[in-house]
């Protein structure tokens, strides 16, 4: 009689043993790794606008006339994560906004957007590496009547979900857009300027998976 108990206190244990291990992955997956990993708002949406277009594949938004205006250069790029942080390798970051300012090298420039048969300038698209960085070689965008604020517009598609945004300017807030861009921080991307008087422009976004 001794030996069946015995089995059965032994089975009974390690069930427990079984079951308690079981509850430790589930505890950790729920709340060590989103702490470890950390937290990432999701980058607020924001519209469209009338002037999408599916860009061509690539990181070379202007031409090379802009690109060595080092008054208008600038280098965007930023990482994508999902709201726990983790990068997303893999996802489609597309990119347009009005190029073609005037500036002492362009005197003659008048912002605005690139249309189909035309080339596609200030249009673009990569995916992100493994790090889920993306990267662009563009210009600082002009101000065209309609809509007198500086901004990029991006829309970033994974096979699941899409998240349109736009990016803007702390510095570069016109009044009467103050209050649209109130609870947008977000949006703003980070300017950095180099040495040669170029920017360098940081925009991260978080979206979930």
Not at 39 to 68: K, Q, W
Request: hydrophobic share 35%.
């Amino acid at each position: 009689l001794i030996f069946p108990i015995y089995i059965r206190i032994l089975v009974f244990t390690n069930r427990v043993i079984l079951a308690l291990l079981v509850l430790r992955r589930m505890l950790f997956l729920m709340f060590i790794i989103p702490l470890v990993w950390g937290n990432c708002p999701p980058t607020r949406t924001d519209t469209e606008g009338p002037f999408y277009v599916f860009p061509p594949r690539t990181d070379t938004l202007a031409p090379r006339s802009e690109l060595n205006d080092k008054s208008i250069q600038a280098n965007i790029n930023g990482k994508v994560t999902d709201e726990n942080c983790r990068p997303m390798r893999g996802v489609n970051v597309d990119i347009w906004y009005a190029g073609n300012q005037r500036t002492d090298m362009n005197p003659f420039g008048r912002a605005n957007y690139t249309f189909p048969p035309n080339r596609l300038w200030y249009r673009g698209t990569v995916t992100t590496d493994r790090r889920g960085r993306y990267s662009f070689r563009g210009t600082y965008p002009g101000i065209y009547d309609t809509r007198p604020i500086i901004h990029y517009h991006l829309k970033v598609r994974t096979p699941r979900k899409t998240l349109t945004t736009q990016m803007y300017f702390q510095n570069d807030i016109p009044r009467r857009y103050e209050s649209y861009v109130r609870g947008r921080r977000s949006q703003f991307g980070k300017v950095s300027y180099r040495m040669d008087g170029s920017r360098n422009i940081e925009f991260n976004i978080a979206m979930e998976r």
